[in-house]
């Protein structure tokens, strides 16, 4: 995919070095233990409705990850398709939303870049929409295609119009979803007349298979040919379980890989997942997957993670010379 200007700052960064995306959104969120009362309408647990009634704590929890070494921040958007804000009742304004995050996000990231000198990124995130278009759920896998696409479509158009460098369709568990998304994402970009880089992730458990029981193999050339940039593993376990399928996406020599792990594989404490991994060990284990596997050039965490797993991946890379690209 190529913009109008040439090639996109956030690729080329690619190829001089592997890039640090920040960590978890939600613990983050949580830390500063909000009531309902701070939430749109008082809908407890709207965490992506903060942009628009907290949204210095959003601009906090980015410039936090910004200090400890980021090169990338995701825009508080997760749950941002227009089918997921409908269960809130804000699915009439999912540009608006997403268009402000993104605008949040990039005033982070222009003042780490000013301030620092070194270039930051904004990445609009795209969660799933909670449907399963691939399954025969009475309740999941009858929502119309085309409607999916578009609630996709609509909360891409909000981060583009907002300020993204990239996409980022994250977390999935349904590869049909995947395409969905991608292909919303695309029409959107057309629309507004301003293309970025576009990274599919899926969400694989610790048998390597997403939900529907799709393997890395499968959803890699389902979506490798539909012009994405980057290819990416994301959440529901740490990195040890990751690293079969990124080894063998390392090896399949296609598109640039990134790895973004849970800290560890979570555990059940009293009805709440708790993610045992420390910065260090966390650190160390995606040094060995580095190491080992050079067309992976974005790493990050995500589920349990913070500034500092994010501050101990930086040092990591800032240790270990810049690995080759793909290409």
Known sequence: MASAGGA????????????????????EIQGLDPSSADFPDGRDGFNDGLVLTRPEWIRGIHEGYLRAGADCVETNTFGSNRIKLDEYGFGGRTVEINERAARLAAGAAAEAAASSGRARYVVGSMGPTGQLPSSDDPDLGRTPLDEIS???????????????????????????????????????????GRRVPLIANVTLDQYGKMLLGTDVQAAYTTVSCMGIDVFGLNCSTGPAEMEPSVRWLDAEGGHD???????????????????????????????SIMSSCPRVRIVGGCCGTTPDHIAALRAVLDGAPPAPAAG
């Open 150 to 192: 578009g609630a996709f479509a609509l909360q891409a158009r909000g981060l583009v119009r907002g300020g993204a460098d990239a996409l980022l369709v994250e977390t999935s568990q349904d590869i049909l979803e995947v395409k969905l998304a991608i292909e919303g994402s695309r029409g959107a970009m057309e629309a507004e």
């Open 8 to 27: 996109f700052p956030f690729l080329e960064a690619l190829k001089e070095k592997v890039l640090l995306f920040d960590g978890a959104m939600g613990t």
């Open 257 to 287: 890989l990134l790895v973004v792990p849970n800290a560890g594989m979570p555990r059940n404490e009293g009805g709440r997942a708790v993610y045992g991994m420390p910065p260090d060990g966390m650190a160390a284990a995606m040094g």
